[in-house]
């Protein structure tokens, strides 16, 4: 059902709460600050849950085994509400995607809880009107997605919330305890609170705005495990994601399975169960369910399908060609993994995945980078600087490409103890190359832990993560992003963009955040077209006054030109200029004003050792041209 926005900060609800014996009778009021008006899409009253779970969840253990097109007949319905696990292009249930548009399903809302390729195919074959996005139309390093992107654009599919990363994830959180909301410090004081379908209100023990976000029970959820038995006993190998809540917060639970083991084997490693077999109603078993996207330690992305993808579903007429051949045209999965190249494809992908052989990227696009003076590029010149604004022993959520990049670089050079943390659950590792993804089995190598999302981002809200890195579409002069839309509005963009992924959970809670992008007066301007993620909100002291985390904002912004931090009003300073760039062309690069010192030095350029590190980390050339 619909929240609605406003503006009267008069309202109030009242609740009762103990502060010892004299306050225990004693009502007291919460002042609601302000409302998102974005859909509470998925939202259930917890007593009608709890009676759906008591009359329509068996407690018995009995065989669930089904196959795809009988639990997708039987389970998923037009209409309905649906979330899938995994991340983006990992451990993702693409069976049941495919098996879905067979079956024409239709006006689907989905989470867009970083869903990549499965929601893309999805909406791409009509099959989803509605999205609640966190991180949506886009395929991380790969790009944009042309299909899901045309129909928002063009009005087919319709953002009814946005959201982010860490929001949506602890709406499953709040739904899988069987509690109303949760209670977070992000959102507040963006754009992306105001259409999504939180409530600020004044934390009644520390008189702070903190936002509530409402639970969410998915009508069904879909996910891809490496192994479980015939009941729903499943394990998972490497990072959780949000699937340990997302499979409790479910209404209906079809998992697909990679293998099916005995019970025995279950119950001789109980501490492996992530997901308990109540909690399932069907199992279907399909060997590389995840297809073309990549089951870690098992196979890799296949690199190839996926950019075939992305070059039919420029038009219409290519997406349908898509559809034709590799969904309506083949019976069932294991006719399309044939069609695929079978079994010698996929022990070639398994390849990748233990990195025997290198990956591919035919989606690249050519690039030559041009040597600046000093015999460096401007990549390499952005990634080093960035690299430099990091120390050791700190701790770093990363991005992708660029924040990778200079992460990796500072481990290897002047930071080794540089604690590395990915959004998806990848704690420390030791990233051999460079991943295309934050939730691909590189950002989990030889890692101090395989966690979840829900651990990584409380960590981050408890205050435990130094450094943010992220990038953007447009910035304003106080570091405020969007990555949401750009040109006409919200709801009828000219051009819509992923949404916040995890970038306004980063910016509410590290302490500090590093934004590298491109400078140009269409990228720094004085005005967002949509505030995504906060930065100093309308200068000083106003991240404090909406709520956000104390000692926390934007910290450094490196672009092609120079580096920035902020003054005293929060407003954007220079702080060092690149080599052969002049402040001229600093303030011709802008929109808005810059706090411009009257010396400012020159920074820094790569090293040799630096150049052939970088070289090192991305031998695709995927990043580092």
């Not at 602890?170 to 209670?183: D, H, K, V």
């Not at 999965?333 to 070639?348: C, I, P, R, S």
């Not at 269409?522 to 949509?530: G, M, Y």
């Not at 934007?554 to 920035?564: A, C, E, F, H, S």
Request: aromatic content about 8%.
């Amino acid at each position: 059902m619909p929240t609605h926005a406003t503006s009267d900060h008069q309202l109030i609800f009242a609740v009762r709460f103990g502060l010892g014996m004299k306050m225990a009778t004693e009502p007291r009021n919460i002042p609601i600050l302000a409302r998102g008006a974005g859909e509470r899409i998925g939202w259930h009253d917890p007593d009608e849950h709890r009676r759906f779970i008591a009359e329509k969840k068996s407690r018995a253990l009995h065989s669930k085994l089904m196959t795809a097109s009988e639990a997708v007949s039987q389970f998923v319905e037009d209409g309905q509400f649906v979330a899938l696990g995994g991340f983006g292009h990992v451990r993702v249930p693409m069976n049941l995607v495919y098996e879905i548009i067979r079956q024409r399903k239709r006006n689907l809302a989905v989470a867009g809880k970083t869903a990549v390729h499965d929601l893309d195919i999805l909406i791409g074959a009509g099959c989803v009107d509605r999205v609640e996005c966190a991180y949506s139309f886009g395929h991380e390093l790969r790009g944009l997605s042309p299909a899901s992107r045309r129909h928002v654009q063009d009005g087919r599919t319709r953002v009814v919330a946005e959201t982010t990363n860490a929001s949506l994830q602890w709406r499953f959180l709040a739904g899988m305890m069987g509690i109303p909301f949760i209670p977070a410090r992000n959102l507040m004081g963006t754009d992306t609170f105001e259409k999504s379908s939180a409530i600020a209100v004044e934390d009644p023990f520390s008189r702070k705005p903190v936002a509530l976000i409402p639970s969410a029970n998915p009508d069904v959820v879909l996910i891809h495990v490496p192994r479980c038995d015939k009941y729903g006993n499943c394990q998972i190998d490497g990072i959780a994601v949000e699937d340990i809540e997302l499979a409790r917060a479910a209404r209906r639970l079809i998992v697909t399975t990679e293998e099916i083991v005995e019970h025995s084997e279950i119950q001789a490693h109980p501490w492996r169960t992530s997901i308990p077999f109540y909690c399932v109603d069907a199992v279907v078993h399909q060997a590389y369910a995840s297809h073309p996207c990549e089951m870690p330690y098992m196979y890799f992305f296949d690199e190839a399908h996926i950019a075939e993808w992305l070059r039919l579903s420029r038009s219409e007429a290519g997406a349908t060609e898509y559809f034709e051949k590799y969904v309506y045209g083949v019976p069932d999965f294991n006719a399309y993994l044939e069609l695929v190249g079978g079994e010698a494809l996929m022990a070639k992908l398994r390849d990748i995945e233990h990195m025997k052989i290198p990956m591919e990227a035919p989606w690249l696009k050519p690039k030559t980078e041009p040597q600046l003076p000093g015999g460096y590029t401007g990549t390499e010149l952005l990634a080093t600087t960035a690299c430099n604004a990091l120390v050791d022993s700190a701790s770093v959520f990363v991005g992708t490409g660029l924040p990778m990049i200079a992460t990796m670089l500072a481990q290897r050079t002047h930071a080794p103890n540089l604690l590395l943390i990915f959004e998806a659950g990848g704690i420390r590792p030791t990233v051999p190359t460079l991943p295309i993804s934050v939730g691909d089995s590189r950002t989990f190598f030889e890692a101090s832990a395989a966690s979840t999302m829900h651990d990584v981002m409380a960590a981050a809200q408890a205050g435990f993560v130094d450094y943010g890195f992220l990038g953007a579409a447009q910035m304003d002069q106080h570091g405020n992003l969007n990555t949401t839309f750009i040109g006409r509005t919200w709801d009828q963009p000219k051009t819509r963009l992923p949404g916040s992924g995890g970038a306004n959970d980063l910016a509410s809670f590290c302490h500090k955040i590093i934004v590298i992008m491109r400078q140009d007066r269409l990228r720094f301007v004085e005005k967002l077209d949509f505030l995504t993620t906060p930065g100093y909100l309308d200068g000083a002291g106003s991240r404090e006054r909406h709520g956000l985390p104390e000692q926390t904002g934007p910290y450094r912004v490196i672009t092609q030109l120079g580096v920035y931090d902020f003054n005293e009003q929060g407003c954007m300073r220079l702080c060092s200029i690149h080599p052969g760039v002049t402040i001229e062309e600093i303030r011709e690069n802008s929109s808005f004003e810059i706090d411009i010192p009257e010396n400012v030095p020159t920074s820094a350029i790569p090293t040799a050792e630096e150049q052939r590190i970088l070289r090192e980390i991305d031998p695709a050339h995927i990043v580092i041209g």
